[in-house]
């Protein structure tokens, strides 16, 4: 199967939550709206921004539901249905195409780990079939899972094998492997770049669909470093880039991602609840210390609107 590359930016949204911390599905349409008001072309939910682990099956497949109900025409709705168990990924995989996702992705298994290459091929491979002739992409994540074989070799082994191979989330900084994946078989595969703070090196090699989680937040940002690579300028696009770290940084210094995230969200008008545990919300001393920082760094210049 061939499918038609992904170009622009993939938002990971973050899962909206109540105060009791039950999934809040009503907030999901304001933030397929936000997403596509702001050049976001697609959502991958679910994922590790999506808290997709913390989270039950049948929760999972609500969040789904709904990102399929409310997805704008042509916005690409991808799920990761990565799991421990083998059968609830497949599972994951059949909810997905029966309610029109456009894709799926997943992880390995999250605590029994494969041991070699060919057992992760036939893992993923049970997954993309129960999914039919949507297009899959392994997700490549190694500071989560652990797992981590070069992606070319995957590719490779797993082409003859998964029909409905799409590609690779690539959430690592392997630059060299990446740039391999891209070009491999006649630049074949989508190999969409995963790490947000260092997508201008990802350009350099020829990404053009990207999956991030600050998308969410700050999509003009990373349009500017885009349209700055393409016609050239690579001052104003590694100054862009500058300031897409920064605010990395910030996030990781005042209480760590996912919920520096979801505060975020709710200083840019899309209140999204708490984390669920064992991640817990900012306490108002970081929550002050976050914004002051991000107010130093013009977030609020570059911020989605």
Same mark, same amino acid.
């Not at 936000?34 to 072309?41: D, E, I, M, S």
């Not at 799920?79 to 990565?82: A, D, E, F, L, R």
């Given at each position: 199967m061939?499918?038609e590359?992904t170009?622009?930016?993939?938002a990971a949204?973050?899962?909206p939550?109540?105060?009791?911390g039950d999934?809040?599905v009503?907030?999901i349409?304001?933030?397929a709206e936000?997403?596509?008001?702001?050049?976001?072309?697609g959502?991958?939910a679910c994922?590790t921004t +999506?808290?997709?682990?913390?989270l039950?099956v049948?929760?999972?497949?609500?969040v789904v539901r709904r990102w399929t109900?409310?997805a704008?025409?042509?916005f690409?709705?991808i799920?990761?249905? &990565?799991h421990?168990?083998?059968?609830d990924c497949?599972?994951?995989a059949?909810?997905?195409a029966?309610?029109g996702?456009?894709?799926?992705?997943?992880?390995p298994?999250l605590?029994?780990?494969?041991?070699?290459?060919?057992?992760?091929v036939?893992?993923a491979?049970?997954?993309?079939?129960?999914?039919?002739s949507?297009?899959f992409?392994?997700?490549h994540v190694?500071?989560?899972?652990g797992v981590?074989f070069?992606?070319?070799e995957?590719?490779?082994?797993?082409?003859?094998?998964?029909?409905?191979?799409a590609g690779?989330?690539?959430t690592?900084?392997?630059l060299?492997?990446y740039?391999?994946c891209?070009r491999?078989?006649? +630049?074949?595969f989508?190999?969409?770049? &995963?790490?947000d703070e260092i997508?201008?090196?990802?350009?350099?090699?020829?990404a053009?669909?990207a999956?991030?989680s600050?998308y969410?937040?700050a999509?003009p940002?990373?349009h500017g470093?885009?349209?700055?690579?393409?016609?050239?300028d690579?001052?104003?696009? +590694?100054?862009l880039? &500058?300031?897409?770290?920064a605010?990395v940084?910030a996030?990781?210094?005042h209480?760590?991602?996912i919920?520096?995230?979801k505060?975020?969200?709710?200083m840019? +008008?899309?209140d999204?609840?708490?984390?669920?545990?064992?991640?817990?919300?900012?306490?108002?001393?970081q /929550?002050?210390?976050?914004e002051a920082?991000? /107010?130093d760094?013009?977030?609020?210049?570059?911020c989605?609107?």
């Open positions: 061939t499918f590359k170009r622009g930016l993939i949204p973050l899962t939550m109540r105060a009791d999934v809040d009503g907030r349409e304001a933030q936000f997403l596509a008001r702001n050049g976001v072309v959502a991958f994922g +999506g808290e997709g682990p913390s039950t049948p929760e999972r497949m609500d109900e409310v704008p025409d042509g690409r709705v799920v990761n249905v &990565g421990i168990s083998l059968r497949r599972a994951m059949s909810h997905a029966e309610v996702a456009w894709g799926i992705g997943s992880t298994s605590f029994y780990r494969p041991t070699s290459l060919d057992a992760l036939d893992f491979a049970r997954i993309a079939a129960a999914a039919g949507l297009p992409y392994y997700y190694p500071s989560m899972t981590n070069p992606m070319v995957f590719l490779r082994a797993a082409a003859p094998k998964i029909p409905n191979l690779v989330k690539y690592y900084e392997d060299m492997d740039s391999l891209r491999l078989d006649g +630049g074949r989508d190999c969409l770049f &995963g790490r997508l201008l090196a990802g350009l350099s090699l020829g053009e669909g999956i991030g600050t969410n937040l999509a940002l990373y470093i885009m349209e700055a690579c393409r016609a050239g690579l001052d104003s696009a +590694g100054d880039q &500058g300031r897409s770290m605010m940084c996030v990781r210094r209480g760590g991602e919920p520096c995230f505060h975020m969200m709710k840019i +008008g899309l999204v609840g708490p984390p669920r545990p064992p991640l817990r919300p900012l306490t108002a001393d /929550e002050r210390a976050l920082e991000l /107010e760094i013009g977030f609020q210049e570059y989605s609107k």
